[in-house]
């Protein structure tokens, strides 16, 4: 089981820049690929970003890339998102969610766990 706790979230102005921070516990999170995902309001829930378990494999959404970067520190039990270049479409609310199995997925249906959201709003 994995238990995640997203935070950092906030009123950024267009252009700025954000990191997200997701700390879990249970025992699975070092085995576990970690993804962030969001959802605008009246949106469905999109991909953004996923890391491997050991961080060396990540991929991203075309929308975000050059723009966001995942990363991990296993030893902290924290995944991490910094946003920069924050462009008004980015505003909501952003999930961080973990795969026990496999690599980390732009399918929201193939996570297991999910935290409660971090709610980022882009003021222009």
């Known amino acids: 089981q994995v238990q995640l706790v997203e935070s950092g979230g906030g009123l950024v102005q267009a252009g700025g820049s954000l990191r997200l921070s997701c700390a879990a516990s249970g025992r699975t999170f070092s085995s576990s690929a970690m993804g962030w995902l969001r959802q605008a309001p009246g949106e469905e829930r999109e991909f953004v970003a996923a890391i491997s378990w050991s961080g060396l494999s990540t991929v991203y959404a075309d929308s975000v890339k050059g723009r966001f970067t995942i990363s991990r520190d296993n030893a902290k039990n924290t995944v991490y998102l910094q946003i920069n270049s924050l462009k008004p479409e980015g505003k909501a609310v952003y999930y961080c969610?973990?795969?026990?199995?496999?690599?980390?997925?732009?399918?929201?249906?193939?996570?297991?766990?999910w935290g409660k959201g971090t709610q980022v709003t882009v003021s222009s």
């Open positions: 969610a973990a795969r026990t199995s496999g690599d980390g997925s732009s399918n929201p249906k193939r996570y297991d766990y």
